[in-house]
């Protein structure tokens, strides 16, 4: 097939993941855009050597501005915007081609698969983000946490293709945690400025407060978002309703918890919302409502953090069951919960 696809790149100082990011791309049939918004390490030198399409950006505060410019350069109109953390795994290329062909605005995502650092191990978490599109008709918008929109102003379609990568970038020290999220944070502040109606933006400081430890600013934003009537179907208003609800449960708001009960007609298909309400019903003292949300948790096939459809209800059920004094029960699932937690992490069950 001839190569009708670019693969697009921003990067700044990336040295110690981009030559991986780029061998992997290199089994696949697309074209390779690199933008440098202004490197002071190898970055540009090593991209150098995997394609010729290397071009400069100055860095003006604005991931959306960046990745536009970097879908201008390429060849081709049918693109993939990937990070320099991500590597790719799976892309289908004839997939691609032919649904944006037929959807021109199509919003188009690929699935992430982070690891994520958990006190002295891991965690996986998966989710689609917006990266596939034909640049003709959809461009990048907001400063940071960026999503695609269509250039008229129609309706995009939505599409999760089958194109995966894994993403390390939250496998940070610290100190390189700290860094990230405040700029993060500061983008986001301005961002909140020039957008005060946008739940996102105020959902994404919630999750950028949350992951260094700011639990009260993380709280006030996400209550914020929801002040704003977040769009029920949307992906990231199922993580803003289960953040929302973790923070309320942290804070002691277990009657403000249960705001997020109003998405449920909506929100059930996600996993992670399911498991927090069913928290959110223990915590108020519904103990049947808690056990028959966790139970239907565990038939959610839309799942973002690992385990939120397994061996998180599970064990979560298993304790609930103990306390009523079911103790076959609480085994039984116990039992469970550990199964599902050695299959995830291909542990072998002892002997």
Request: glycine share 4%; with cysteine; aromatic share 12%.
């Amino acid at each position: 097939m001839a190569q009708k696809v670019s693969v697009c790149i921003i990067a700044k100082n990336e040295e110690k993941y981009i030559e991986t990011c780029l061998q992997a791309l290199q089994t696949f049939d697309v074209e390779i855009v690199v933008v440098d918004t202004g490197s002071t390490d190898r970055t540009k030198e090593i991209a150098a050597k995997y394609t010729d399409s290397l071009y400069d950006f100055e860095w003006i505060g604005d991931f959306s501005a960046a990745r536009n410019y970097a879908a201008k350069m390429a060849k081709h109109d049918y693109i993939i915007m990937i990070d320099c953390d991500e590597f790719a795994e799976r892309i289908s290329i004839n997939e691609v081609c032919d649904y944006l062909k037929k959807n021109p605005n199509c919003l188009g995502c690929l699935v992430q698969k982070s690891l994520v650092s958990a006190g002295s191990g891991m965690a996986k978490f998966n989710e689609n983000v917006g990266r596939i599109y034909d640049r003709r008709f959809v461009k990048y918008v907001n400063r940071i946490h960026e999503q695609l929109d269509t250039i008229d102003g129609r309706k995009g379609v939505y599409h999760v293709f089958d194109v995966s990568v894994m993403h390390m970038g939250y496998m940070l020290s610290k100190e390189d945690t700290y860094k990230k999220s405040m700029r993060n944070i500061e983008l986001l502040e301005k961002q909140a400025e020039e957008m005060p109606n946008s739940a996102y933006t105020y959902f994404q400081l919630g999750q950028s407060y949350y992951v260094i430890n700011e639990k009260e600013k993380a709280y006030e934003a996400r209550k914020k978002a929801m002040e704003l009537n977040p769009p029920e179907k949307e992906e990231f208003t199922y993580l803003l309703l289960a953040g929302f609800a973790r923070s309320a449960l942290d804070a002691g708001d277990y009657s403000e918890a249960l705001k997020i009960e109003k998405y449920y007609e909506h929100a059930r298909v996600c996993a992670d919302y399911m498991f927090n309400l069913g928290q959110v019903y223990y915590a108020n003292g519904k103990i049947e409502e808690a056990l028959k949300t966790f139970d239907l948790a565990t038939k959610c096939i839309d799942c973002h953090a690992d385990g939120m459809n397994t061996y998180f209800p599970y064990n979560a059920m298993a304790l609930l069951y103990e306390k009523l004094g079911e103790n076959e029960k609480a085994t039984e699932y116990k039992s469970m919960a550990e199964d599902a937690l050695r299959k995830s992490f291909n542990l072998n069950k002892p002997q």
